[in-house]
């Protein structure tokens, strides 16, 4: 079975996010100061062939482990989506 | 009312991902062979200050419209909480 993973990879809350911050700046800038609070991750989609669903949340969470996420800066969470 | 806006910025589907390929070579190359289709984009996540549910969309719109999202490469969806 074929599985869509989408993934988030976000700084760490207890982090500053300089990304976030410059993106904040830049809304008051157009005129959006309606908006706070701002960070900015990482969003990953990927097809995993798996056996069924706890296979496939193996290797996706393998991914985020090994190569996707920096665990000491970076938090990851995802969804699987069974595809037709 | 505050609402938090998860927004998604992903390369359009019809363009090359090389930073999408990188991933998948770097996932086959730790062993996960099972994964494909690798997409890689932006994950942003911000809280904003409006009357109502319509007005906090048109903001998030606005925001990705100008600032987060280059429409001309990628392509953008977010959702909506109203937080407590």
């Not at 995993?48 to 296979?55: E, G, L, N, V, W």
Request: charge should be negative.
């Amino acid at each position: 079975m074929k599985f869509k993973a989408e993934i988030d990879v976000m700084p760490q809350d207890a982090l500053l996010d300089p990304q976030g911050k410059a993106v904040a700046n830049g809304l008051k800038n157009i005129g959006l100061s309606a908006v706070e609070n701002v960070r900015v991750g990482k969003h990953v989609t990927l097809l995993i062939d798996a056996a069924d669903k706890t296979a496939a949340e193996a290797i996706a969470d393998e991914a985020c482990r090994k190569l996707l996420a920096n665990p000491v800066m970076e938090a990851y969470r995802f969804t699987l989506v069974e595809q037709a």
